[in-house]
């Protein structure tokens, strides 16, 4: 305590065998600096091996910047100039680039003169990283670490100074004269690169690790983009898993341009025509941090990120008017009914599935219901008039759910007639108001769609397609991935059952989870949503995802308030704070160090 208080706080704990955020920790106030440390040391034994961690100051308006250097056996050591790495979250890099806009030559020299001369002084043989915190403020840098190896962000130096730094490791691993390379005499510094990490974590709920299949894998097209300078590393393929024993990080984008407006457009459009379908990412997060503003601003701090995270979660796209319309909908509507390749040269293709001759009742109207992952205002009810050439988009549903008269039926096909019978009454009292007041047209022309079927013998695997549509002169374009089994037996018959569709839009730069769904099986599906909520609180916690639990706050029996902290669990080495949203007498089924399967009840309020 007395070395914290001889710093001053805010302070950082640092983790002194670790790295990339894990075993992190900013403390503001002194009281919280047992419960912090302890925290820290946790997360930085099972990272690391070592609990040790250090003290130093916390520079709130702070820049991250970090000097590349090369030293080889001859006691040269030489700079590779700089990189800015002050987009973080949790302490984590987000993007990077090269040269720092905000440096000036001056500051560039300085800092480039101290990296060397702490290379020297360690006599140091190898690629290494020195790091600096700047007082964006004052100007003033202070030293932080030296990384002993090559780090995630080396590209955008390679792509700047045109060298390749594991083959300098590889010279002065072998007794090689750093001086005898006319290319580092002096280094380059053209243009500018920025690289962002692409993350299986889901920003909308708290950053959460993801994990699962990835059903489609694609970088962009860079040439059909216009991005000259490309490079893409990735840990993933169509059809891998994103397992919980590794970092969340699953791939790394590299843009280079000859100014760094060009960087930012050119990453911005391969983000938005990266198809990584399956697993939840940030791709959206980072077009959002790459197009904020404040990000165009070359004194951007460490703070970026939770200075502006409220608008950074928000679609960057959605602000154009047709962009934002509900007519994303219609695209995987006409895809399922008309566009898929498994319907050609079936008898009868033109006429859709779950037809009913019962043209004077509109539950039989030839509709879709479709729900999307993407927000509440992209939730529309799809009315089709004919098969390719025109849709009709309501708001959204008009059916009300009203479950009397159905509770306690045994039967399905007796469930199914009750459904049916008051869909069909709610829907012919509610059909001239819709029309009047929701009713829109577009004129839409489904194009020709690019079939990539499963791979031979594997008849679980997920098909795409890559489809387009005309909607009011305006070309849409999306890749879809769905499963062949679900298209082939999609009938109006199966109860509250639905289409699972997964499209990836490029004008929205992410992808987005469709359910298609009758108006009957919508409105069953609605009816046991309800039955199943309506009863008791929430007074469980269960396992998100397979996790190990690191501590348990609280013993069976005792008092918990509702949003307390009742255990910490770590996937994907990070660690989650579980909180219990119901006050009482804890029941705990879990212990310290125990690993559980996704879906397991952790522990409950009696």
Same mark, same amino acid.
């Given at each position: 305590?007395?070395?914290? &208080?001889?710093?001053?706080?805010?302070?950082?704990?640092? &983790?002194?065998?670790?790295?990339?955020?894990?075993?992190?920790?900013?403390?503001?106030?002194?009281?919280?600096?047992?419960?912090?440390?302890?925290?820290?040391?946790?997360?930085?034994?099972?990272?690391?091996?070592?609990?040790?961690?250090?003290?130093?100051?916390?520079?709130?308006?702070?820049?991250?910047?970090?000097?590349?250097?090369?030293?080889?056996?001859?006691?040269?050591?030489?700079?590779?100039?700089?990189?800015?790495?002050?987009?973080?979250?949790?302490?984590?890099?987000?993007?990077?680039?090269?040269?720092?806009?905000?440096?000036?030559?001056?500051?560039?020299?300085?800092?480039?003169?101290?990296?060397?001369?702490?290379?020297?002084?360690?006599?140091?043989?190898?690629?290494?990283?020195?790091?600096? *915190?700047?007082?964006?403020?004052?100007?003033?840098?202070?030293?932080?670490?030296?990384?002993?190896?090559?780090?995630?962000?080396?590209?955008?130096?390679?792509?700047?100074?045109?060298?390749?730094?594991?083959?300098?490791?590889?010279?002065?691993?072998?007794?090689?004269?750093?001086?005898?390379?006319?290319?580092?005499?002096?280094?380059?510094?053209?243009?500018? +690169?920025?690289?962002?990490?692409?993350?299986?974590?889901?920003?909308?709920?708290?950053?959460?690790?993801?994990?699962?299949?990835?059903?489609?894998?694609?970088?962009?097209?860079?040439?059909?983009?216009?991005?000259?300078?490309? $490079?893409?590393?990735?840990?993933?393929?169509?059809?891998?898993?994103?397992?919980?024993?590794?970092?969340?990080?699953?791939?790394?984008?590299?843009?280079?341009?000859?100014?760094?407006?060009?960087?930012?457009?050119?990453?911005?459009?391969?983000?938005?025509?990266?198809?990584?379908?399956?697993?939840?990412?940030?791709?959206?997060?980072?077009?959002?941090?790459?197009?904020?503003?404040?990000?165009?601003?070359?004194?951007?701090?460490?703070?970026?990120?939770?200075?502006?995270?409220?608008?950074?979660?928000?679609?960057?796209?959605?602000?154009?008017?047709?962009?934002?319309?509900?007519?994303?909908?219609?695209?995987?509507?006409?895809?399922?009914?008309?566009?898929?390749?498994?319907?050609?040269?079936?008898?009868?293709?033109?006429? $859709?599935?779950?037809?009913?001759?019962?043209?004077?009742?509109?539950?039989?109207?030839?509709?879709?219901?479709?729900?999307?992952?993407?927000?509440? +205002?992209?939730?529309?009810?799809?009315?089709?008039?004919?098969?390719?050439?025109?849709?009709?988009?309501?708001? !959204?549903?008009?059916?009300?759910?009203?479950?009397?008269?159905?509770?306690?039926?045994?039967?399905? !096909?007796?469930?199914?007639?009750?459904?049916?019978?008051?869909?069909?009454?709610?829907?012919?009292?509610?059909?001239?108001?819709?029309?009047?007041?929701?009713?829109?047209?577009?004129?839409?022309?489904?194009?020709?769609?690019?079939?990539?079927?499963?791979?031979?013998?594997?008849?679980?695997?997920?098909?795409?397609?890559?489809?387009?549509?005309?909607?009011?002169?305006?070309?849409?374009?999306?890749?879809?991935?769905?499963?062949?089994?679900?298209?082939?037996?999609? !009938?109006?018959?199966?109860?509250?059952?639905?289409?699972?569709?997964?499209?990836?839009?490029?004008?929205?730069?992410?992808?987005?989870?469709? $359910?298609?769904?009758?108006?009957?099986?919508?409105?069953?599906?609605?009816?046991?949503?309800?039955?199943?909520?309506?009863?008791?609180?929430?007074?469980?916690?269960?396992?998100?995802?397979?996790?190990?639990?690191?501590?348990?706050?609280?013993?069976?029996?005792?008092?918990?308030?509702?949003?307390?902290?009742?255990?910490?669990?770590?996937?994907?080495?990070?660690?989650?704070?579980?909180?219990?949203?119901?006050?009482?007498?804890?029941?705990?089924? *879990?212990?310290?160090?125990?690993?559980?399967?996704?879906?397991?009840?952790?522990?409950?309020?009696?």
């Amino acid at each position: 305590m007395s070395s914290a &208080a001889g710093i001053g706080f805010p302070i950082m704990l640092k &983790a002194s065998g670790g790295s990339g955020g894990k075993g992190m920790r900013v403390v503001h106030d002194p009281q919280d600096l047992a419960e912090e440390l302890e925290s820290a040391q946790s997360e930085a034994v099972r990272s690391f091996g070592s609990s040790d961690c250090i003290l130093e100051k916390y520079i709130e308006a702070g820049k991250h910047i970090e000097i590349q250097i090369i030293g080889d056996s001859n006691g040269n050591v030489i700079s590779l100039h700089e990189r800015e790495c002050s987009v973080q979250r949790r302490h984590q890099k987000v993007i990077e680039e090269s040269p720092s806009p905000w440096m000036t030559p001056e500051k560039r020299q300085a800092m480039s003169a101290a990296a060397i001369r702490i290379g020297k002084l360690l006599k140091y043989e190898n690629a290494g990283t020195v790091e600096f *915190v700047v007082d964006a403020v004052s100007g003033h840098f202070y030293f932080l670490e030296v990384n002993t190896r090559l780090q995630v962000e080396h590209p955008i130096t390679e792509e700047v100074c045109g060298v390749d730094v594991v083959a300098l490791q590889l010279l002065v691993a072998t007794g090689g004269n750093l001086a005898s390379v006319p290319a580092l005499n002096p280094v380059p510094q053209r243009g500018h +690169a920025i690289e962002c990490r692409l993350c299986a974590e889901d920003p909308i709920r708290g950053f959460y690790p993801e994990r699962g299949t990835i059903h489609l894998e694609r970088p962009a097209d860079a040439a059909a983009l216009g991005v000259s300078r490309l $490079r893409v590393e990735t840990a993933v393929q169509t059809g891998g898993e994103v397992s919980v024993y590794f970092d969340s990080k699953i791939a790394k984008i590299i843009v280079g341009a000859p100014s760094r407006q060009l960087a930012i457009d050119g990453i911005a459009r391969v983000l938005a025509n990266t198809a990584c379908i399956g697993v939840r990412t940030n791709q959206q997060f980072l077009q959002s941090c790459l197009l904020h503003p404040e990000f165009k601003n070359p004194s951007y701090t460490t703070s970026f990120i939770p200075d502006n995270l409220e608008k950074l979660l928000l679609n960057p796209y959605l602000d154009d008017s047709f962009r934002a319309s509900k007519v994303l909908s219609i695209l995987p509507c006409l895809w399922a009914r008309n566009g898929t390749k498994t319907n050609t040269g079936r008898p009868f293709q033109h006429v $859709r599935k779950g037809f009913r001759n019962q043209l004077l009742d509109p539950v039989n109207t030839h509709m879709d219901i479709v729900t999307s992952s993407l927000s509440e +205002a992209l939730v529309s009810l799809a009315q089709f008039t004919t098969a390719r050439d025109l849709a009709r988009i309501f708001p !959204s549903p008009t059916v009300k759910v009203d479950d009397k008269g159905t509770d306690g039926v045994a039967s399905v !096909s007796s469930r199914v007639a009750a459904t049916y019978n008051e869909l069909s009454r709610r829907l012919h009292q509610s059909d001239s108001a819709s029309k009047a007041d929701n009713e829109q047209s577009f004129s839409v022309q489904l194009e020709d769609s690019t079939a990539r079927p499963p791979p031979p013998g594997n008849k679980d695997s997920w098909t795409h397609e890559d489809v387009a549509a005309t909607i009011e002169g305006h070309r849409l374009s999306a890749t879809i991935v769905a499963h062949p089994r679900q298209l082939a037996n999609r !009938s109006t018959s199966q109860m509250a059952k639905a289409v699972h569709m997964m499209c990836h839009f490029p004008v929205l730069g992410d992808w987005v989870d469709f $359910r298609l769904r009758s108006p009957l099986t919508f409105h069953e599906s609605l009816r046991q949503s309800v039955t199943a909520v309506s009863g008791s609180a929430v007074k469980q916690l269960f396992a998100p995802m397979p996790c190990k639990i690191v501590t348990v706050q609280r013993k069976t029996g005792e008092m918990a308030k509702e949003g307390d902290v009742v255990l910490v669990i770590e996937s994907m080495k990070m660690e989650i704070n579980m909180s219990i949203s119901a006050a009482g007498k804890m029941k705990m089924y *879990v212990g310290s160090s125990d690993t559980v399967e996704e879906g397991t009840l952790l522990c409950e309020v009696e």
